[in-house]
Every structure is written in structure tokens, then in C-alpha cells.
């Protein structure tokens, strides 16, 4: 296959992955994406980190087989707890969810008490601390809000509920007048207008994936590799969960006409090509 026109690989642990997928195909419109999403084995938040770098690698394993030119991990979960340790082994780039949320917060400026969500092993593992403090003399104060990952699913956007527990997840963070928070899972910008009002209209968001696609877009302009076929998204999934079509329709933004394919493969077997 041409270089230019190999395509993208792109895995999480289940379908959250598409919102990093949404923009990414914003970003570069013009690039064709592998999507895997281990859906079968889904949440990566709550395994040890053994088994969170055991699956990141099969996930890599199996984009690998489709020839792709990069490789988005769009798991925050495996980005913070894994990343580190499997991204020598490959010879192709592989972008986590740490390095971009670090860079969107350089971007803005003037930041000095950030917030950060997300599940209960990236939390733990401190990653975005760490990577933040090496770089910017900055309070962290950071939470897991598991909750938020059923609600964006169920669709609960605008449910007294979902208020509810956001009014509860976010407290510390709003005692605590932090400037930004950085929305550190997959499922987190399907809840952004939510955690908005929540939190207030002078609280910067944060979505590292728009800042992943921009460092992926870097990297091809740099290698001369920028596609220009039709671009469009084939999915790939370790099982397929109850109203699909509904959540991939909120989850890629109302993309699904980019969809070129839709595919339940026997989890790190050769797809059926």
C-alpha cells in the first residue's frame, strides 16, 4: 500500500474512543481510520495495570494488521498507565491522551489551579500531575467520576440526574475555583455542556483529543504522509453493545455518513478482510 495512503489506527477500550475519532476526522477529513474498540472487555478503569498494558498491547497488535501509518491511543486509561512502558517496542508512533491534555493547558495560558476527571486508574496513576509539574509550577486537583460513562451512553444529557450527580462529582473542584479542568475520558465531551453549567461559564474545558489530532496532523505534514483519499472511519468491535446506532450517532457527532464499515471481530483474530 502507498504510505500516503495507509490509513490511521485508533483503539480504546470501548466505543468513547469515537469522540477522539470525531476529531480527528475534523482535523484531517481527508485520512482514513481503523477504529478498534474493545468492547468485550470493557472498562479498562478498574483492571490492574498488568492487564490494562496486556490488553493495550493485543489492541496495537491488531491495528498493526492494517498496515497503519500512526496510531491514536484514545484511552485515557491506557495512556496514563501504560503508554510509557509499551511505546518503545513499536516502530510507529503511537499518540496517547497525557501529552495532548499537557499542551492544551500551555496553550491556554495562565493557568495555575487545574482540575482533572476521569476514571479511577487514571486518576490513580497521577499522570496528568506529573507530566503537568514538570512543566508549570500549578495546583492539581484531581477526581474520578465513574458515573459519567453510563450517563453518556444512556444519552442522559439533560436528565435531573445527571445534574444531579455532576453537581456532586464537581464540588471539589468548584470549592476549589479551579481555573480549567481537563476532561480526562473518552466519554466526558458527550457531558461538556453539562459539566459547563456545572462548573461555570469561566472554567476552560479541556478535550485532549482535538489536541491529539493536531499533534498527529504535525507528525504527517512533517513525514510527508497526508492522505488525500475521501478519508471515512471503519469500525471495529470486540462485541456489539445494546443501541449502537444511538450511541455511535452521539458519539461521532452526527458523522455517520463517514462511516464506512461497521465489524464485530473475534477479539485478536485476522479481521475478515
Known amino acids: 500500500m ?83 512502558n509499551i511505546r518503545e517496542d513499536y516502530n510507529i508512533p503511537i499518540i496517547g491522551m497525557i501529552d495532548p491534555g499537557v499542551q492544551e493547558v500551555l496553550q491556554a495560558g495562565n493557568l495555575r489551579r487545574i482540575g482533572v476527571i476521569g476514571t479511577t486508574a487514571t486518576i490513580e496513576s497521577k499522570a496528568y500531575e506529573n507530566a503537568l509539574k514538570k512543566q508549570l509550577d500549578v495546583e492539581i486537583y484531581a477526581y474520578s467520576c465513574p458515573l459519567f460513562v453510563p450517563l453518556a451512553e444512556e444519552g442522559w444529557i439533560e436528565h435531573p440526574a445527571t445534574y444531579m450527580i455532576a453537581e456532586e462529582y464537581l464540588h471539589p473542584l468548584k470549592e476549589n475555583r479551579v481555573d480549567a ?33 493536531m499533534i498527529l496532523k504535525d507528525y504527517l505534514v512533517e513525514k510527508d504522509l497526508l492522505s488525500s483519499n475521501n478519508g471515512g472511519i471503519e469500525i471495529y468491535l470486540s462485541d456489539i453493545p445494546r443501541k449502537f446506532n444511538e450511541i455511535i450517532d452521539r458519539f461521532l457527532g452526527g458523522r455517520r455518513d463517514r462511516v464506512l464499515g461497521i465489524e464485530k471481530v473475534r477479539p485478536f483474530q485476522s479481521p475478515c478482510k
Not at 53 to 75: M, N, P, Q, T, Y
Not at 200 to 208: Q, R
Open 181 to 213: 479542568v481537563i476532561l480526562g475520558c473518552t466519554h466526558y465531551p458527550i457531558l461538556k455542556g453539562v459539566i459547563q453549567k456545572v462548573m461555570g461559564e469561566d472554567v476552560l474545558l479541556l478535550e485532549p483529543g482535538l489536541q491529539a489530532g
Open 2 to 84: 502507498d504510505n500516503l495512503e495507509r490509513p490511521i489506527g485508533i483503539f480504546d477500550s470501548g466505543i468513547g474512543g469515537l469522540t477522539v475519532a470525531r476529531h480527528i476526522m475534523e482535523v484531517l477529513p481527508d485520512e482514513k481510520i481503523i477504529y478498534f474498540g474493545d468492547t468485550a472487555r470493557v472498562p479498562y478503569g478498574n483492571k490492574s495495570r498488568e492487564t490494562i498494558e496486556r490488553f493495550a498491547r493485543e489492541d496495537i497488535e491488531f491495528l498493526l494488521r492494517f498496515d497503519v501509518k500512526a496510531i491514536v491511543a484514545a484511552c485515557f486509561t491506557v495512556s496514563s498507565n501504560a503508554l510509557e
